[in-house]
């Protein structure tokens, strides 16, 4: 017999949510992360290619079953949430064209450019 673990009814709202926000794929969350920390400054004298936080986070939970979920997952989550609706809050007068703005969105992995 399997038994099954207990998700707290406030991290099963969490997961949703984070789950509506960060609308870009896995895949495509680390090939933009890993454009990001390719950067100039990353051919410096000490290059770091590391993926860029919290990205990279977010990219980890995105692998991870709800069960699995740590307690810093769930803060990264709710973090990650509250900065997307900030964010989308405060979209610039430019909107989808502040590249700025919009990088800082894909930084979390949601696109303004993704319908659902």
Do not use: Y
Request: hydrophobic share 35%.
């Amino acid at each position: 017999m399997v038994r099954q673990q207990r998700i707290d009814p406030e991290v099963d709202v969490l997961w949703d949510s984070f789950h509506e926000r960060v609308n870009v794929p896995s895949e495509q969350l680390r090939q933009w992360l890993l454009t990001r920390g390719s950067g100039a400054e990353a051919f410096g004298p000490n290059p770091d290619l590391d993926l860029p936080e919290p990205g990279r986070h977010v990219l980890r939970i995105l692998t991870k079953r709800k069960v699995d979920l740590t307690p810093d997952d769930i803060e990264t989550m709710r973090d990650t949430v509250d900065e997307i609706e900030n964010l989308l809050a405060a979209k610039p007068p430019r909107g989808n064209a502040d590249d700025q703005w919009r990088h800082s969105l894909l930084d979390l992995g949601h696109d303004v450019l993704v319908e659902r």
